[in-house]
Structures are given as C-alpha cells and as structure tokens.
C-alpha cells in the first residue's frame, strides 16, 4: 500500500501516528535515549521511556518536547523520523505529507521549528493544525455548525481551551500546566511531606492508580518506593488519594483560571450553546478521576469526558488529514 499521508500528535508526554485506512498506529512515549559522548541515539521511544531516571552516566534519556513546543531540534527531527519510519515500514517510493497537531498557543519560531523538524524526518510536506480543532474533531464535535462548542484538552505539557464556531476559534487560551506539572507536584508533595524522593514515573503511576481532582469519600491507597530524605536509604510508604488532591490543587486551579477565561471571552450567543451543550475534555490528564467535576463546581458549566479521551488529538489529526482539500485553506499553515 502507497501510503502518502499520515498525521501526528507530537505530544510532550506521547506521540501518536495516524494512517489513514489504518487508524493510530503508533502510541509511544515521546523519550529519546542519547549516548552522552557522541550524542548516538540508542533507544526511542517506550524502550527509551524504561530508561528514565536509570540510566548510567554514559546514557541521557530526555524528553525533547517541553510545553508543547519543541526543546530540543535535531532529537526532535530524530525522533520523528523513528516514528514516521516505524508507521510506514522500511521502502518507500514515495514522501509523505505530514499533518502534526500543536497547541494554538505557540509562537511563529516555534510552528516553524516543528514544520522544520519534521521536513527534517522525511516529509514531502508539513501542515500545522491547532490542537483544540483537532481534539474537537477527534471528539465527534460538528465543529463547522453555527453553535458555539467547548473544548478542553489536557495534555502532558499544555492545557489548550477553546469556544470552537463554524470552523474555527472565537475564543481560546494556553497554559502550560499538564500531567507533566502534576507528576512534579506529586514528587514535591510527597517529599516535603512524607520526607521521601520519588522519580516521575513514580508520581505519575501514583496519579493513575489513586489520583482524583476532589477528595474521595472511600479513600484510595498506594505503596510506592523512593529514596528517605534524611538517611538516603531506600524506602516504601503508603500514600491515599487525599495527597494526590493536595498535591494537583494548584495546577487545576492554573487550568480553571484558564477556562474561565475563555468563557468570558465568548459571545453571549455562544456561551448560551456552551452552557446547553457544556465543555468537552479531552487529553490523557482529562482522565484523572472527578476532574471534570471540579471543573462544573467551578464554573458552573457542565462538563464532560470523551470518549477515548487520549486519542481525540490524534484521531481529528487522521480526519483533517483525510479531508486534506477542506481544511487546507482554512486553518492549516503548510510548509
């Protein structure tokens, strides 16, 4: 099979391939482990993402993502021709075109670097496409309707909001809070107050086992191991669902400010189908338990989940790209 496009969610947690025909191929972390003397990539990806925190002196694994916005170029450009390789097999006589998602919050500098980056990879073409349209797509909105549609997505780096109308943004933010700012929270909670140092895979597998936006009234418990602060001895405490809440609290309040923000930037036409049709969420963070309570209590809008919530980014980036024609005009920038 000739396969001619393909679009992707470069994700500062994950990296999602999508084929047309074929739908997500590739769902791996966004981690590149680089030999420390000559910069040699050695691993990408879920093996890479195992290196973490355990690598020797000789090996770094980093994620060449932050916020959203590409950190590091050329491991970037590395990382995306593992990828585009991988969903598309060994020869081929043909180029693709490449649609990649980012956060309608960047700058110029930083579309380019990632239109850039991923010509660098082997694409014929790059196209730009801003993740709150995807994610409204992905989310089975009709985003092209005259009503106003609400959508929060939440990623590892970025939390992306916006009031989607005819097909395209009349209201939107960025901030850069996601589930990568809530692992660290969790890792400095669980220090000052437990006394003990845990490594981010740690946090964030605390956060899926027991996390929740409020207090639960059956409390969840966890064992996780980290180093004691004081004797520097390895260490295993339990920990309940009521230190994940304290820990996030502040982050989700960062990601309600933003809602709210946007909420008041909308026409009143719009918030009153906002209101009736409430905000959709989606993004891997969006699955952490009573998050989209929180959000309701504090803005008084019903809010939901979609359906397969961490992989709405990457299936609008697969439709807009089968619909190419339609949406070129509109809200892509192309390389």
Same mark, same amino acid.
């Given at each position: ?230 004797? =520097? ?84 980036? =697969? ?17």
């Amino acid at each position: 099979m000739l396969i001619k496009k393909i679009g992707i969610d470069l994700g500062t947690t994950n990296v999602l391939v999508y084929v047309p025909k074929r739908g997500i191929v590739i769902n791996e972390p966004s981690v590149v482990a680089l030999s420390q003397q000559d910069r040699k990539i050695l691993a990408v990806g879920t093996e890479a993402k195992e290196m973490l925190g355990r690598t020797p002196d000789t090996i770094i694994a980093q994620r060449p993502l932050k916020d959203g916005v590409i950190a590091d170029y050329k491991t970037t450009a590395v990382m995306l021709r593992y990828f585009v390789n991988k969903a598309l097999g060994g020869v081929r006589l043909f180029r693709p075109e490449v649609m990649v998602a980012v956060p309608a919050g960047i700058t110029s500098t930083e579309r380019r670097a990632v239109i850039d980056a991923t010509i660098a990879a082997g694409a014929k073409a790059a196209y730009i496409i801003k993740e709150p349209i995807v994610a409204a797509i992905g989310a089975d909105i009709p985003i092209g309707s005259a009503s106003g549609h609400m959508i929060i997505d939440i990623g590892g780096g970025t939390s992306e909001m916006a009031v989607i109308s005819l097909g395209g943004i009349v209201a939107n933010t960025s901030v850069r809070i996601g589930g990568n700012k809530l692992d660290t929270a969790i890792a400095e909670h669980i220090r000052k107050r437990h006394g003990l140092t845990i490594g981010e895979r740690t946090a964030e597998r605390a956060k899926i086992e027991i996390g929740s936006a409020l207090y639960l009234d059956e409390k969840l418990t966890t064992d996780i191991r980290g180093r004691d602060v004081v004797t =520097g001895l390895p260490k295993t405490i339990t920990i309940s669902s009521d230190d994940i809440t304290d820990a996030v609290h502040d982050s989700l309040v960062g990601i309600i400010e933003a809602a709210k923000e946007v909420l008041r930037q909308t026409p009143p036409e719009l918030s009153a189908d906002v209101i009736d049709k409430g905000m959709i969420m989606s993004g891997g963070s969006s699955q952490l338990r009573n998050i989209d309570q929180l959000l309701s209590k504090a803005t008084g809008v019903p809010a939901y989940v979609a359906d397969d919530a961490l992989l709405c980014v990457a299936k609008g980036t =697969g439709i807009a790209l089968e619909n190419l024609e339609s949406y070129k005009r509109s809200i892509l920038a192309s390389s």
